[in-house]
Structures are given as C-alpha cells and as structure tokens.
C-alpha cells in the first residue's frame, strides 16, 4: 500500500495553502471583515479540500482497488469502502 | 458492459418513488404550502438521488472499472471517468 | 404568507422539467444505458433541484423572513427555521 | 455591522480546531497513512467548515439583512447577496 500517494508532495503544498486560508478566515473574523466575505472564503476551502480529496480518490481506485480487485474477487471489500467514503464525501 | 446494473428493478423502483416525490412537489407549489417545507422536501429529495448515484458507483466501480483494471492497465482511462463523475456529484 | 412564491408558474415549469428528467434517468436504466451517463444526468437533477431551492430560499428570506423581522423581534424564531432548512439542504 | 458575530471566541475557537485538523492531514499524508482515513478526515473538516458557515449565515439574516429590511425596503439588496453566498455554500 505504501507509496500510492501519487505525488505526496503536491497534497502536502495544497493542504499547506488551505492550512493559510484557515489561518486567513481566523483573521478575517478577528477583524469583523464582513460575513459574507467570510462565508466566501469558506466556500472556497471547501472546495480545494474536496478537489484533494477527489484526487486521492483517483489514487486510491487506481492503485489500491483496481490492484486488489486484480487478484480475481469482485467482491472485495475495499469497493464498498471506497464508495461508503464518497459517500460521506458527499454529505460533506 | 450490458447487466452491470446490479439489481435493475430496485434502481427503478427507487427512481419511480423520486418522480413521486416531484410530483408532490408541484402539488405543494401549486397549493402555496408553506415554503420551509418545500425545501425540507427538495433535500430530501436531493439525498435520496445521491443515494441512488451512489449504489449506481459502487456497481460501476465493481463491475467495470475493476474488470478493466484487471486486464493489466493500471492506467486506464475509466478510472479518471469514474472520479470526474464523482466530481461533478460532490458538486450538485 | 399567501402569494410568497414570487412566480409559482415559474417554479411548477422548473419542477415540471425536473420531473421530466427522472423519467428520463428511468428509461436510460431500463435500458442499459452507460452508468457514468446515469451519473451526469443525476448530477444535473441534483444541480437543477438546489436552483430551485435557492430560489425559494430567497423568496422566503424577502417576503417572509424580513417581514416578521420587521415587527421588531430580532429573536424571530423564522431565522432558527431558515438556517436549519439552509443546513439540510447543504448536506443533501 | 461591528459587532454582528454574536461570539467571536466561539468562531476562532472552531476555526483553531479546523486549524489543527488540517496540520493533522498533513502528518497523514506525510507519514502514508491509509487513504480512506484521510478522505475520512476530510469530510469530518469539510462539515465541520459548514456548521461555521451556517453559524454565520444565522447571524447575518438575524442581524443585518433583516435589520436593513425592517428600514422597510423588501428589495433590499442583502437578500440576494445572502442567497449568492448560500448558492456557493451548496456547491463547495
């Protein structure tokens, strides 16, 4: 399973970007910045955190499930997991 | 590809119960029935339609992604379809 | 509260083409069509849905909402109802 | 407008604990951990973002797009700016 992070690098600079804008959002409520400037801001970490997501999804699928499932039994569990994940993604 | 539908007549079962429900809702709509209820009713609406894209994933990614894993490409164009697919639902 | 809904002819044609649409996601099933295809088009219901939620949330906060606000009561329990209906939607 | 976040340490209290979650994505990835458990992790901060949004979005209907609208103007521009926010809010 180890090294099915496609690129860790990448994950870790995009997931550094959104630790900043989570350290922005605390300073635009500190300063009573308008509301909806900060409703904003949250909908756009929102949205880079499921595009990270999405990615490591695509990883996941390709590298873990599509491997094992490569071994010949179709109802391997780590389907059901993947899509029980996206489906909490979803919701989220 | 044909009869990777699982389970076909628990899909339409479930689709016909979701035009039941739009039909419901033009009737509150057209009866001036009060708007919070109406929203409550399109969410509910929305999950069990996510429900159904769900199950429909898991079939997909079982049944033809896998298979076509299988056959030794681990870069094979479904898996990067299935997560564009997964993209666009995050987002509706 | 009559007559909140800004153009209920509006509103019933959205639902009407909604409606159309599931009946549409129906027949594709019944016949085998591509799953990522099912998916697109349930994402696109899902999408359509949330507009028109949308717009009623407006109509509700303008005509509703600010109205009962109006009369003085900042504590107004239509807010409470409003954002709590915001939440489900949000998570649908 | 001052003043609208009705308890500011309440918001930068949550908004640290998002902080925190995010560096704990980071030593995730960093240290490979299973893929599933940081998509896990992610809708955990995702929701937890839109329970703030919310929280925000009750505020700013309670105190400023109704107090605009008790000056008597139902056209009032805050309504729409309030639903463009929740229309964004929705899709991320």
């Given at each position: 399973?180890?090294?099915?992070?496609?690129?860790?690098?990448?994950?870790?600079?995009?997931?550094?970007?959104?630790e900043?804008?989570?350290r922005?959002?605390q300073?635009?409520?500190?300063e009573?910045?308008y509301?909806?400037?900060v409703?904003t801001?949250?909908?756009?970490?929102?949205?880079?955190?499921?595009?990270?997501?999405?990615?490591?999804?695509?990883?996941?699928?390709?590298?873990?499930?599509?491997e094992?499932?490569?071994?010949?039994?179709?109802?391997?569990?780590?389907?059901?997991?993947?899509?029980?994940?996206?489906?909490?993604?979803?919701?989220?």
């Open positions: 399973m180890r090294g099915y992070y496609n690129d860790k690098d990448d994950y870790l600079a995009r997931l550094r970007r959104v900043g804008q989570i922005g959002l300073r635009m409520v500190d009573d910045q509301c909806i400037d409703l801001q949250i909908s756009a970490v929102n949205s880079a955190l499921k595009r990270v997501a999405i990615s490591l999804l695509d990883d996941h699928i390709r590298y873990c499930v599509v094992e499932g490569s071994k010949g039994d179709a109802d391997n569990d780590m389907v059901g997991e993947a899509t029980a994940a996206i489906a909490r993604l979803v919701k989220s």
